[in-house]
């Protein structure tokens, strides 16, 4: 029986039993399978794990681990000092757009709320989850472990906190997300792009008291859902300020 010690640093170790976390143990490995189903027998998906070092040396996913052999797993690429680092995926590139599980409803809102384009649906099947993601460059964001651990995931991230508000704090510090909102760019509710829109095409739409105290409107290019300035805006102009304006130790 062949076996190989494993030591889990950092985040990933939330994927693991309390007796493993933090601390090297041994495990009986498989010659044929790669480190990367290895890894995600033990627990935390590939989507988590951001470097691989096997007695020293940087590796990549398609790795075989050989008996007798150390192998650390870190959450972060600048974790350790190592001569050369293997990348486990490319690099994000540009700014992050998302695609969110059918649990993660309220947290589409919030998203989409700081201007960041999120596909949500609250009947989407994981394989279709994985192929959008995979295919339009999205971030996968989920409660299903298993659905991260599906080979067409390349960037995607398993949603610790269950309360909305400090899920998108999650996101934003996961993601860098501060420097790159642009607050009231894509409807709440099914993702299209706002224009301003002239008050006289959308006058049928409007409430007697809307329309009377307001003037500026803005249409979604897609459902052609009406918003305005009103309470609706202050209230999410409070809350995008307050998660905007929040230091590194303060949740909502």
């Known amino acids: 029986m062949d076996i190989a010690t494993f030591h889990f640093h950092g985040a990933v170790n939330y994927f693991l039993p309390r007796n493993r976390?933090?601390?090297?143990?041994?495990?009986?490995?498989?010659?044929?399978?790669?480190?990367?189903?290895m890894l995600e027998s033990l627990g935390p998906p590939h989507t988590e794990i951001e470097l691989i070092a096997v007695n020293g040396v940087s590796?990549?996913?398609?790795?075989?681990?050989?008996?007798?052999?150390?192998?650390?797993i870190y959450d972060s690429l600048d974790a350790?000092?190592?001569?050369?680092?293997?990348?486990?995926?490319?690099?994000?590139q540009g700014k992050p757009s998302f695609v969110l599980d059918t649990h993660l409803g309220r947290l589409a809102s919030y998203l989409r709320m700081m201007g960041f384009d999120t596909l949500y649906r609250?009947?989407?099947?994981?394989?279709?989850?994985?192929?959008?993601?995979?295919?339009?460059n999205r971030i996968l964001l989920t409660r299903d472990v298993g659905l991260l651990k599906r080979s067409l995931v390349i960037h995607g991230h398993y949603m610790?906190?269950?309360?909305?508000?400090?899920?998108?704090?999650?996101?934003?510090?996961?993601?860098?997300?501060?420097?790159?909102?642009?607050?009231?760019?894509?409807?709440?509710?099914?993702?299209?792009?706002?224009h301003e829109v002239d008050?006289?095409?959308?006058?049928?739409?409007?409430?007697?008291q809307t329309a009377q105290y307001?003037?500026?409107?803005?249409?979604?290019?897609?459902?052609?859902k009406v918003y305005w300035k009103g309470s609706h805006y202050t209230k999410m102009q409070a809350?995008?300020?307050?998660?905007?304006?929040?230091n590194g130790t303060t949740p909502l």
């Open 21 to 37: 976390q933090n601390t090297p143990f041994e495990h009986t490995i498989e010659r044929k399978a790669s480190i990367k189903d």
């Open 59 to 72: 590796v990549d996913f398609e790795h075989r681990v050989e008996a007798g052999t150390h192998v650390d």
């Open 80 to 92: 350790i000092d190592l001569p050369e680092k293997r990348l486990l995926r490319p690099p994000y």
């Open 122 to 136: 609250n009947d989407y099947p994981d394989d279709e989850l994985a192929y959008v993601s995979n295919s339009e």
């Open 160 to 194: 610790r906190e269950v309360k909305p508000k400090k899920r998108i704090i999650e996101v934003i510090r996961q993601y860098d997300l501060l420097e790159q909102a642009t607050p009231f760019k894509h409807c709440l509710k099914c993702n299209g792009g706002l």
């Open 199 to 208: 008050k006289d095409a959308i006058s049928h739409q409007l409430e007697h």
């Open 214 to 224: 307001y003037d500026v409107f803005y249409q979604c290019d897609a459902c052609e």
């Open 239 to 246: 809350f995008i300020e307050n998660v905007i304006g929040m």
